[in-house]
């Protein structure tokens, strides 16, 4: 092979060596470039690939002039372009020298544009003319393939060589850092002090930045140390790295008093203090920063603008948001990409998405992190449609791809949206564009599909990635929790703490909701332990999830007791939490005597929060006088102005029966949404108000949602009001909202109540999935209309579909089984009900026994059924007792049920006329007036009776 080369090629990927003898250097690489050239010195190296027969041709004009027509090697194919060596021109002595310095050029042009080809071409050339023997192209080379991000190749060129100097040793720690591998460039620098040929003050610079990216602050003071020893702090920059680590690193301490002793400071080390605020949090200090920066007649730059605008956007502050933004254009900033990606921000935070529009619209060049600011401007704002519409365009620029920031902001969407099928979309996206690895997408992805109650995609997804981290498990535990599937939760949660021994606040956080029953109290209690030993028991996130978990397994005690020991801390949050756990769990009393105590014995206010759940259990206990103060309360302390304290307000009133009051609160509310209209329209239905109900539905301003639905079928339900049901009926056809499980339920009563059995039942069979609730009012469809055996068949039925039946399936079964006479049946149902189903009896299944044994006419069977009720039964129970008895007129047994009621329920008039009407009828007059007289001396009240027939107008 001589003093030319020789050319391996192997197969398709066309790998060549060059001898040792050539260069002195020996090295693999590709040459993916198959044309290389270069102004007037040229090599062509063409590599052709023909199946598996590679054939190659090099062509050389000038460099080697001797070079002979090309030879194969191993046996391949070799053809040589030219024929003649005869027409090349002869060697000239200053050629080559020329050439050297062309190759250097090449080589430092190279370093400014990051390629792989120019770098390899460069090398290639390099090797060719020897010019890898002078340290300066080498370290060019190392520096190109560096920025080319090929740290390997960067590696192999370091090794080649055995005296090096101290720019070589940079050039090669500064290529580590460049592709962040800083203990790779720790090791460099250690090494290099080793072999012991120095290092300046561009080494520590290097060094120093290193240790910042790995927040190393220990081993940054003692280069700062070094730094001073070795007299180098004179140098600014290094001065501005060591600035930017201790900031980087959170010692801003450390980091003012550098800039403070800094003799010279130009506007790195300013912006670098404007950074280092932000970073840790101080936005308003990093704005401080800025403007003295302005007063100080320091030009700002694109950075210094860009980063007080992110201060301002973290201050919520537009308006200096604003001010800057017209600062940069009289700089003439206008289109800095950076400058204009921080104004998105802003604007859009502010919600002000026309504005961000503009800015982005302006932009001449725009980065990916100028379509991700937008793309999350819009999802944070809600516009869902105009985020997945700026995703379409941006596919489209070629030059933007979507990235990992990209796909997390539309998941979050997906989430926050429940948008299934858009998150499935990005999840294949993730997939086609290989994302799917990356930790940060997969744990959105599960938070999306946990949020969209998908949890067995979620599980599928967790069950597969081969890398979880510990917020995988944490999103897959709370994914458990929040869609109701406790067991597995713990489950979960007990293999992480077992198999893994990590834990976060978040895993906390995330078991804890999964204890929602008292079966769930020792699990929570042994949480409770554990949150203790794992230190986080004075964090008010951890406390506040403990009293929820106690107050949902009805523990109020506990809740309470921890209420106790941090109330010292103040804290709002705290209180409602017990507020509003014991308002969503019916303990409405405890809710009112905590919200005294906390009005009383301490100096924390209340918020809109605490008086809508406070209002709701006066509503819910009907304490007008107390909802009344509460109202007086809220405008005293303008939450009262809120939506949703009036709205709680209206449903109060309406519980309370004073719907007039309710309708002047809806009247005054200044901006009523959907819920407004629907409170008060729950407010007349509940108080027999149905026609007011109907009358204010007409004038309705939004497009009802199932709520409004539910409630006006309730109306025509009350008033048997058949044609106005039907209406109702077509506008769930028109608002696409037959689906919904409640209201097909409540439009199932409305045709069965209304007589028209067959309806129903054609809805029933029809509607294509069917829920609980939908087979719960058939089943009472049946047994209102006295056809008990085909109740307790579509019982059967039910069950066989797969259904677990409910509190409410038997008392609608037991209801049929008494109205159509099935005694037997009845009391076979209730027997099993806990055994096989695993319902708890409780009153309203108690009260269907009584008055079917009653009906049966079965009196003493029904008391011996009560006696052996293992509670004290409640009065309704006794209540359905008396009305038997009356039925059947037994005196004997009715006298002694009341006595045991008028000691229940001393105020309920209803038992003393039942009692009385009894004597009545069995002729015992004398009994009959004494009676009477007491319900007057007691001034007890009778409620008028009344009965309603639609005549067919309105
Ligand atoms: C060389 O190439 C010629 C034509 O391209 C072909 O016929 C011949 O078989 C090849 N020889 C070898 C050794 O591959
Ligand atoms: C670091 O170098 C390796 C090997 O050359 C390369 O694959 C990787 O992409 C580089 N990383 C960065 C961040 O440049
Ligand atoms: C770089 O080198 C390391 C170690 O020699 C090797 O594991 C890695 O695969 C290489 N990377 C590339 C992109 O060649
Ligand atoms: C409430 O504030 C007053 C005055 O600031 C203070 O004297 C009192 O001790 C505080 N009460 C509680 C319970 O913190």
């Known amino acids: 092979m001589g003093s030319c080369w020789a050319v391996k090629t192997f197969g398709h990927t066309s790998k060549a060596i060059f001898p040792r003898d050539f260069i002195g250097i020996r090295r693999y690489f590709f040459c993916s470039a198959l044309l290389l050239q270069h102004q007037n010195c040229s090599i062509r190296i063409v590599v052709s690939c023909k199946l598996k027969n590679p054939i190659l041709f090099i062509e050389s004009y000038g460099l080697f002039p001797n070079a002979h027509p090309l030879f194969s090697v191993n046996s391949l194919n070799f053809s040589t372009v030219f024929q003649s060596s005869a027409k090349m021109p002869q060697r000239d002595p200053h050629q080559q020298y020329t050439q050297f310095y062309n190759v250097l050029d090449l080589l430092k042009s190279s370093v400014g544009r990051p390629n792989l080809a120019t770098a390899t071409t460069a090398h290639c050339l390099a090797i060719k003319i020897g010019a890898l023997a ?5 370290t060019s080379l190392l520096t190109a393939y560096s920025r080319a991000k090929d740290f390997n190749s960067s590696l192999a060129l370091f090794d080649e060589f055995d005296d090096k100097d101290i720019i070589f040793w940079n050039a090669i720690i500064s290529a580590a850092v460049e592709n962040k591998s800083y203990g ?15 290092f300046d003050s561009t080494t520590l610079l290097l060094v120093v930045s290193a240790l910042s990216h790995m927040k190393y602050s220990i081993q940054g003071k003692s280069l700062h140390c070094l730094s001073i020893k070795l007299g180098m702090l004179c140098d600014c920059s290094l001065c501005n790295a060591l600035l930017d680590m201790y900031a980087k690193c959170g010692d801003l301490t450390s980091s003012e008093s550098m800039f403070a002793w800094m003799e010279s400071r130009d506007a790195v080390s300013r912006n670098s203090m404007i950074n280092g605020f932000l970073y840790n949090g101080h936005p308003a200090k990093s704005l401080w920063c800025f403007i003295e920066m302005i007063c100080l007649g320091v030009r700002v730059d694109t950075v210094s603008l860009s980063s007080a605008i992110s201060a301002s956007t973290a201050l919520e502050e537009l ?17 800095d990409i950076s400058c204009s990606n921080s104004l998105i921000s802003l604007y859009s935070k502010h919600g002000d998405t026309e504005a961000s529009e503009l800015v982005f619209n302006e932009m001449v060049y725009k980065d990916v992190i100028s379509w991700n600011a937008m793309i999350g401007g819009f999802a944070s704002n809600g516009k869902t449609l105009e985020s997945f519409d700026l995703l379409y365009k941006m596919q489209l620029t070629g030059y933007a791809q979507p990235d990992v920031v990209t796909l997390v902001t539309l998941m979050s969407l997906c989430a926050e949206r429940m948008l299934l099928r858009e998150g499935r979309t990005i999840h294949g996206y993730a997939i086609r564009k290989q994302m799917i690895s990356d930790a940060l997408v997969i744990n959105s992805l599960l938070d999306m599909y946990s949020k969209c109650n998908s949890v067995v995609k979620a599980e599928f997804l967790f069950n597969t990635i081969p890398k979880r981290d510990l917020v995988s498990w944490n999103t897959m535990i709370s994914c458990y929790s929040q869609n109701r599937q406790p067991k597995e939760a713990q489950s979960l949660f007990k293999k992480l703490i077992h198999q893994y021994s990590q834990w976060s606040l978040s895993t906390l956080l995330a078991v804890l909701p999964s204890c929602i029953s008292p079966n769930s109290l020792q699990f929570g209690k042994s949480i409770h332990c554990w949150q203790l030993k794992a230190g ?8 506040n999830s403990l009293m929820h978990m106690y107050i949902n397994c009805g523990d109020l005690t506990a809740a309470f007791m921890l209420l106790e020991k941090i109330s010292a801390k103040e804290d709002i949050a705290c209180w409602n ?9 019916g303990h409405f009393r405890e809710a009112l005597a905590t919200f005294n105590m906390m009005r009383q014995e301490t100096n924390v206010s209340h918020d809109a929060i605490t008086l809508v759940n406070v209002i709701s259990s006066c509503g819910n206990l009907a304490l007008i006088y107390e909802g009344k103060s509460l109202h007086g309360l809220a405008i005293k302390t303008f939450s009262g102005s809120e939506t949703r304290v009036q709205n709680s307000l209206t449903t109060m009133y309406g519980r309370c029966g004073h719907t007039k009051s309710a309708r002047s609160v809806f009247g005054f509310c200044s901006s009523r949404n959907l819920c407004s209209w629907n409170c008060m329209i729950s407010a007349f239905s509940q108080n027999k ?19 409004t639905i539910v409630a006006l079928l309730s109306v025509c339900n009350q008033l048997g009001f058949l044609r106005q049901g039907k209406q109702i009926h077509g506008h769930v056809f028109r608002f696409g909202l037959f689906e919904n499980c409640y209201v097909s339920a409540a439009l199932l009563d409305m045709y069965s109540n209304c007589g028209r059995l067959d309806v129903a039942c054609q809805i029933f069979t029809k509607s294509r999935e069917k829920s609980v609730a939908d087979w719960n009012s058939m089943i009472s469809a049946y047994g209102y209309h006295s056809n ?3 109740a307790v068949q579509l019982f059967h039925e039910m069950c066989e579909s797969g259904f677990r039946p409910s509190k409410s399936t038997f008392i609608n079964l037991l209801s049929a089984c008494s109205h159509s006479g099935l005694v037997n049946e009845g009391l076979w149902y209730y027997s099993l009900m806990l055994s096989e189903y695993g319902v708890e009896p409780v009153t309203e299944h108690q009260v269907c026994i009584v008055d079917m044994l009653g009906r049966a006419g079965k009196l003493q069977e029904a008391h011996e059924f009560i006696k052996q009720i293992a509670r004290e039964p409640e009065p309704g129970v006794w209540g359905a007792m008396l009305s038997a008895c009356n039925y059947h007129g037994n005196i004997e047994m009715g006298r002694k049920v009341a006595e045991h009621l008028f000691g229940l329920e001393p105020e309920n008039v209803g038992y003393y006329i039942s009692l009385a009407n009894m004597y009545v009828r069995a002729g015992g007059w004398k009994d009959a007036m004494e009676l009477r007289q007491t319900i007057q001396e007691r001034k007890l009240k009778k409620l008028p009776a009344y009965s309603l027939i639609d005549v067919g107008s309105m």
């Not at 720790?186 to 290099?192: A, I, L, P, S």
């Not at 109907?694 to 309705?700: D, K, R, T």
Request: aromatic share 10%.
């Open 689 to 707: 108000d149905g026609r007011r109900a109907l009358e204010l539905f007409h004038s309705l301003e939004f497009e009802p949602n199932e709520i």
């Open 788 to 790: 008990g055996k085909k």
């Open 536 to 543: 986080f028991s004075s964090n008010i996130l951890a406390v």
């Open 134 to 138: 002078h340290l300066p192209a080498c």
């Open 577 to 585: 939490t017990i507020i509003v756990g014991y308002t969503q769990n």
């Open 184 to 198: 790779v460039a720790m090791q460099f620098f250690v090494e290099m002090v080793e072999v012991g040929c120095g």
């Open 319 to 335: 308006t200096s948001g604003q001010a800057i933004h017209g600062w940069g254009i009289k700089l003439g900033y206008k289109s």
